[in-house]
């Protein structure tokens, strides 16, 4: 019998800042987007790039931290699964499909690519998250997940 595998791995930047929101029932999910950038070299021998946009989605405790130390422009690499969401409007189907995280890792410092520039480091202290051996990694794990994902234990 074949088992089913469903894993996204991202590294980029925040291209807005993290929206908090709460759901009826009083969960906590925030959304943000993160872009990825490809180059390449064409076989004329010019360069291109590509730029991809993924909707980030993080809920309870991971999305609270997410909206409390995430903000445009910082540099993150998130570890989550694929879902889309499907509905119809005005007639017309649309779906979009999204990365419901379960591992956040901060890869720059507080303010290195926002406005502020000037933040001290600030670590998230509570029981789901863990520093990692790099002083300028924060890694956030989900509440949910028993796995950890640090840059150093990537083989690539």
């Known amino acids: 019998m074949a088992k089913s595998?469903?894993?996204?791995i991202i590294m980029g930047n925040l291209t807005r800042d993290p929206e908090l929101r709460s759901t009826p029932g009083g969960q906590q999910v925030a959304?943000?987007?993160v872009a990825t950038n490809r180059t390449w070299t064409d076989g004329g021998g010019e360069r291109k790039e590509a730029v991809e946009y993924h909707e980030i989605v993080a809920w309870g405790k991971l999305g609270e931290l997410a909206a409390q130390y995430l903000?445009?422009?910082?540099?993150?690499m998130v570890v989550g699964r694929?879902?889309?969401q499907s509905w119809e409007k005005d007639g017309v189907k649309r779906q979009r499909t999204e990365i419901v995280a379960a591992d956040i890792n901060f890869l720059d410092a507080p303010g290195a690519a926002g406005a502020g520039g000037s933040e001290d480091r600030v670590a998230p202290s509570s029981s789901n998250s863990s520093n990692s051996s790099k002083s300028d990694d924060v890694v956030i794990q989900d509440l949910d997940t028993n796995s950890n994902i640090n840059l150093d234990d990537i083989p690539f």
């Open 71 to 76: 903000a445009k422009g910082r540099k993150v």
């Open 31 to 33: 959304s943000f987007a």
């Open 82 to 84: 694929l879902q889309t």
């Open 5 to 8: 595998f469903n894993q996204a």
